[in-house]
């Protein structure tokens, strides 16, 4: 048998919030119950930990400690307010995330997890984007031809940050036209009875269908790629 704990990853700006257990920074977490669902024993424990309104999302994805037989499931949350130490009890304390090192953080590879996991945060702009869709009165009103000019306009901008050579700019912008393509995607979706899952299988079973050497170990040149692509296109 091992032990399995939710645990939460609050990130504010570069701060992280964590929780001083035993000696040792850990994400915040809690022992999973049979009775109540991870987010809810996640949403409650923050509560306790945090005076302001804090959501869990979806699962993140999960660390085994094989040594110490624990699974962490590792949960985004997010909250409106710019966290500080004040709006924390005296267990929980915010910390610059780049200052972490592996070893003084519970559970062990959750510093490197939270890093390079891209998914995680896909899965928290996703989060976002239903929010906007279900909360949010502009976009409550918003119609997909709307979003698609914001969207342009927001490519507009991509282009203006790439001439600058800016790395920062160009990052920024990028993150906008980002959302945004998401965002066209599921007001779209709202607007024609849909789920966004249709678009996204959609889109993905066609470039599965397109690039089949991403899926074995065949080494192909481009020349062989570009046949292969154009090929399968035109069959489609």
Not at 195 to 218: A, C, H, Q, Y
């Amino acid at each position: 048998m091992f032990e399995v704990r939710a645990c939460a990853v609050v990130v504010d700006g570069k701060n992280i919030v964590l929780e001083w257990i035993d000696n040792d920074y850990w994400l915040p977490c809690v022992e999973v119950e049979e009775n109540s669902t991870p987010q809810e024993l996640l949403k409650k424990h923050l509560a306790g930990g945090i005076r302001a309104k804090v959501f869990v999302n979806e699962i993140h994805g999960t660390l085994f400690d094989h040594e110490k037989r624990r699974l962490s499931l590792l949960y985004t949350a997010d909250t409106p307010t710019t966290l500080t130490q004040q709006l924390l009890s005296s267990s929980f304390h915010v910390v610059d995330f780049d200052k972490l090192k592996e070893e003084s953080l519970e559970p062990r590879g959750a510093v490197a997890f939270i890093k390079e996991n891209s998914s995680g945060e896909l899965l928290r702009l996703k989060n976002i984007v239903e929010k906007s869709i279900n909360n949010c009165p502009w976009v409550e009103r918003h119609l997909f031809s709307q979003a698609v000019v914001d969207l342009v306009s927001e490519i507009e901008e991509l282009e203006e940050a790439l001439a600058s050579r800016q790395k920062h700019l160009v990052s920024a912008e990028l993150g906008d036209v980002f959302y945004d393509a998401m965002l066209a995607v599921w007001i779209f979706c709202r607007e024609n009875n849909m789920n966004p899952s249709e678009i996204l299988r959609t889109v993905g079973n066609k470039i599965s269908w397109r690039k089949p050497w991403l899926f074995d170990e065949t080494q192909i040149t481009l020349e062989e790629a570009e046949h292969i692509w154009q090929d399968r296109k035109s069959r489609e």
